[in-house]
């Protein structure tokens, strides 16, 4: 899990062409910008060019500058600082803030928040409960009651999921 004041971009996908340039796989738009700075692994560099399509970016750092070199780093979060994202509309989060919140339905415990896992449809969050079962749940407000960052919690409606209430 990223730093909290680090944002998880994308990943370090295939080369594209010669000069170290590459794919940007699950990229998370308005997070790559020419000149920012960037940490892949436990490295900081920084974004030397950047074409393609905010969903799609191809991307060069400065710290690799070859194929080889991407191959090694393929797969590969890419953070960014948190001080250069968007402003968040409201009722918006970025996944790092979520994950590893306690989940609950009202007053009773369901679980933590393991990670945000997009689907075809929706975002959704994938909770961890405390016999290891996985739940998933949709981001929409029929499933989400509320987010609490402050508290740390996330309400749920285990009934809408499907569960005993």
């Not at 990943?11 to 998370?28: E, I, K």
């Not at 950047?50 to 979060?77: F, K, S």
């Not at 803030?97 to 009773?108: F, K, Q």
């Not at 509320?146 to 499907?162: M, P, R």
């Amino acid at each position: 899990m990223p730093a909290p004041n680090w944002l998880a971009a994308g990943r370090v996908g295939r080369p594209h062409g010669l000069d170290g340039s590459f794919h940007v796989t699950g990229a998370r738009p308005g997070l790559l910008a020419l000149g920012n700075a960037v940490r892949v692994g436990d490295r900081e560099t920084e974004i030397e060019r950047l074409a393609g399509t905010g969903d799609r970016p191809i991307v060069r750092v400065t710290l690799a500058g070859t194929r080889e070199a991407i191959e090694a780093l393929r797969g590969h979060d890419m953070l960014v600082p948190r001080a250069v994202a968007p402003p968040l509309e409201a009722d918006e989060w970025y996944a790092t803030e979520l994950e590893g919140l306690r989940v609950v339905d009202g007053a009773r415990d369901v679980g933590w928040v393991s990670r945000l896992r997009a689907l075809p449809s929706c975002e959704a969050l994938e909770v961890t409960r405390a016999d290891g079962r996985e739940l998933l749940v949709p981001l929409v407000r029929d499933a989400v009651r509320s987010v609490d960052l402050g508290a740390g919690t996330v309400d749920v409606d285990l009934v809408f999921l499907g569960e005993e209430g």
